[in-house]
């Protein structure tokens, strides 16, 4: 997605646009467990104007983090988990090209669950004896 030297590629950058919206963000949540919302239902929950809210639907939509289908003159939006992991997997290559972590601080790596935060993630990466943080 990204290069190891150059700057964030396009569809990382829609992806961070997109949700560097707090009405944006608030959308999102309305979408859990497999929602199917249309313009007006997200202008309702949100006490948004329905122009406003089609236009921030449109934004996440472009971004590839939610999908529309259209049903006679309705449109149905769903969010896209392949989509949100795209953004995530191009951000996360992003930061790894740019600035790698080279050590996991010290008792980072004590849980056995599964990682669920970045942070928690630099214990699957190989660390060498000598890796320090610059």
């Known amino acids: 997605m990204t290069s190891a ?3 964030l590629d396009a569809e990382v950058q829609a992806f961070l646009k997109a949700l560097a ?3 944006r963000q608030d959308i999102m949540f309305l979408f859990q467990g497999d929602t199917e919302l249309t313009v007006g ?3 309702e929950r949100l006490d948004l104007a329905q122009s406003a809210t089609s236009a921030h639907l449109a934004t996440l939509r472009d971004a590839g983090i939610l999908v529309s289908r259209r049903e006679w003159k309705t449109v149905y939006y769903l969010a ?9 997997d191009g951000l996360r290559d992003y930061l790894m090209a740019c600035c790698p972590p080279k050590r996991a601080p010290e008792g980072a790596c004590t849980s056995t669950s599964t990682p669920r935060r970045a942070s928690e993630a630099a214990c699957e990466l190989q660390f060498r004896p000598g890796d320090m943080i610059d």
């Open 41 to 43: 239902q997200v202008a």
């Open 5 to 7: 030297t150059g700057p």
């Open 21 to 23: 919206s707090q009405k």
């Open 80 to 88: 896209n988990p392949n989509g949100i992991l795209r953004g995530i």
